[in-house]
T-cell receptor, first 116, second 114 residues
Framework: NAGVMQNPRHLVRRRGQEARLRCSPMKGHSHVYWYRQLPEEGLKFMVYLQKENIIDESGMPKERFSAEFPKEGPSILRIQQVVRGDSAAYFCASSPPLAANTGELFFGEGSRLTVL | GQQLNQSPQSMFIQEGEDVSMNCTSS?????WLWYKQDPGEGPVLLIA?????ELTSNGRLTAQFGITRKDSFLNISASIPSDVGIYFC??????????????FGKGTKLSVKP
């Protein structure tokens, strides 16, 4: 019974390159969330998606960041033209439909992005 | 943006001691959650609270949802070495924000002296 799977676990990019982070939710979970964590900080909400729909993107930067959760395949967080300030751990979480509004999220192990 | 004030930031305790940490906010929450994060890992849910005044236990952990809906505490009794890690409080706003849009505190780093 696999948990939330994220890859890559570590990603190094040079400034101006693109970063793609993937997330496969737990089996049976149709809700996916992305959070960002800076060193010594708590997690910051970025986006909430259901299959083929963005439900809440209030935490997404206005530029360079996008997220999708297609009908088939994992959710993707895409960062274009990365800058050093994008260096962080990006966590994906999922929840089942019946857990709506409980706030009980199951987190993956994170993808750590380093921008040189 | 919304903030949760979590304290203490860090603490060293002797094995066997009890631990207490708390979170406060100026905003009202309808859900309080406590997560633990080990180095290099994602947060793991410890306890979830849904009603003002609710007191919930999970083994040696006890957490309460403040009566004003603006605060919560977590107690760990008889700490052991594997309790080491960072503990985060998180809340879901009563007004505003979708499900899963949690506000996290900055964490309490717990270190246990063997």
């Amino acid at each position: 019974n696999a948990g939330v799977m994220q890859n890559p676990r570590h990603l190094v990019r040079r400034r101006g390159q693109e970063a793609r982070l993937r997330c496969s939710p737990m089996k049976g979970h149709s809700h996916v969330y992305w959070y960002r964590q800076l060193p010594e900080e708590g997690l910051k909400f970025m986006v909430y998606l259901q299959k083929e729909n963005i439900i809440d993107e209030s935490g997404m930067p206005k530029e360079r960041f996008s997220a999708e959760f297609p009908k088939e395949g994992p959710s993707i967080l895409r960062i274009q033209q990365v800058v050093r300030g994008d260096s962080a751990a990006y966590f994906c979480a999922s929840s089942p439909p019946l857990a709506a509004n409980t706030g009980e999220l199951f987190f993956g192990e994170g993808s750590r992005l380093t921008v040189l | 943006g919304q903030q949760l004030n979590q304290s203490p930031q860090s603490m060293f305790i002797q094995e066997g001691e009890d631990v207490s940490m708390n979170c406060t906010s100026s905003s009202i929450f309808n859900t309080w959650l406590w997560y633990k994060q080990d180095p290099g890992e994602g947060p793991v849910l410890l306890i979830a609270l849904y009603k003002a005044g609710e007191l919930t236990s999970n083994g040696r952990l006890t957490a309460q949802f403040g009566i004003t809906r603006k605060d919560s505490f977590l107690n760990i009794s008889a700490s052991i070495p594997s309790d080491v890690g960072i503990y985060f409080c998180a809340g879901q706003l009563l007004h505003g924000g979708s499900q899963g849009n949690l506000i996290f505190g900055k964490g309490t780093k717990l270190s246990v002296k063997p």
